[in-house]
């Protein structure tokens, strides 16, 4: 009797621009920006527990984060905030994981995460591990977005967020429209639309 072997789980996941991505071994040749920015709208920040009509996505925390970023360092170049605007590009295929639920998974989720990143940076011509000083900026930036969008919209008190994200150093000023949630097509829009700037495209 012939016994069947099994077939490995499927890792790939299809994009709607016809594009198989692996999710185990991720090749920038996969990866479209258009499919990155139309994930990214789709995708809500804190799990959907947010104020307003519509979700606060996780290509508008992008370009907070990156509007965070310039006020904070104004003087970086373009391929600097092109990192920091892709800092979460992985969650496009992925979805954004909350913290606690990520302590619970462990290393696994961040291997997959750090391949991903990885293989966006390589399409668009990015190393594929920022540089030091560079990946602090982003911690930086992405901790004060946290702690704006933990108060304003996911309401946490600011007690709360203090003991979560910390107290931030700074609070930049200018960030009310990047505080009230966009439709989805806005959000991909404008994502879609930094993305080209810094890019040169």
Known sequence: ????????????????????LD???????????????????????????????????????SL????????????LANPARLTILLHDAAEYVIGDIITPLKSMIGGGYAAVEGR?????????????????????????????????EATDLAGFTRAEADEICGVPETRPTHLDAYLRPWPTHEAQARFLERFRLLAGA
Request: glycine share 4%.
């Open 1 to 20: 009797m012939t016994r069947r072997v099994a077939k490995p789980p499927r890792a790939w996941q299809r994009m709607l621009s016809g594009r198989r």
């Open 23 to 61: 999710l185990l071994d991720p090749s920038p040749f996969d990866i479209e920006v258009e499919d990155i920015a139309h994930g990214l709208a789709r995708v809500a920040r804190w799990n959907g527990q947010t104020a307003g009509e519509h979700v606060f996505s996780v290509a508008q925390h």
């Open 116 to 148: 991903l990143r990885a293989a966006v940076h390589l399409r668009v011509g990015l190393p594929a591990e920022p540089p030091r000083d560079l990946a602090r900026i982003i911690k930086q930036a992405d901790k004060i977005a946290a702690y704006l």
């Open 64 to 75: 907070l984060v990156e509007a965070i970023a310039d006020a904070l360092v104004p003087a």
